[in-house]
């Protein structure tokens, strides 16, 4: 059975900074894309930012220079740095993980607020 488990979340003040974590059982982590969305009240879940299983990084245009992607192999985890946090980083974050099948976890929320 393939689990995504996210963690890290929690509220944070404007300009602070978070990490998320992303523990995968079930599947061969290293031959998976690994990334995380986020989907904020109201709105379609997005792509915030995606890591290859050869380590290539993809991240959405509101986040370069603030998020960093990376993968522990020998962890099964994948993990999302967030610095600089705004109000409107403020969702809910989902890890995925893609082959030939997309898995995804329950997500974490994450508030971005003073």
């Known amino acids: 059975q393939v689990q995504l488990v996210e963690s890290g979340g929690g509220l944070v003040q404007p300009g602070g900074s978070l990490r998320l974590s992303c523990a995968a059982s079930g599947i061969i982590f290293s031959a998976y894309t690994m990334g995380w969305y986020h989907q904020a009240p109201g709105k379609e879940r997005e792509l915030v930012a995606a890591?290859?299983?050869?380590?290539?990084?993809n991240y959405a245009d509101s986040v370069k220079g603030r998020f960093t992607i990376s993968r522990d192999n020998a962890k099964n985890t994948v993990y999302l740095q967030m610095n600089s946090l705004k109000p409107e980083d403020t969702a809910v974050y989902y890890c995925y993980a893609d082959r030939f099948t997309t898995y995804w976890g329950k997500g974490t929320l994450v508030t971005v607020s003073s």
């Open positions: 890591i290859t299983r050869g380590g290539t990084t």
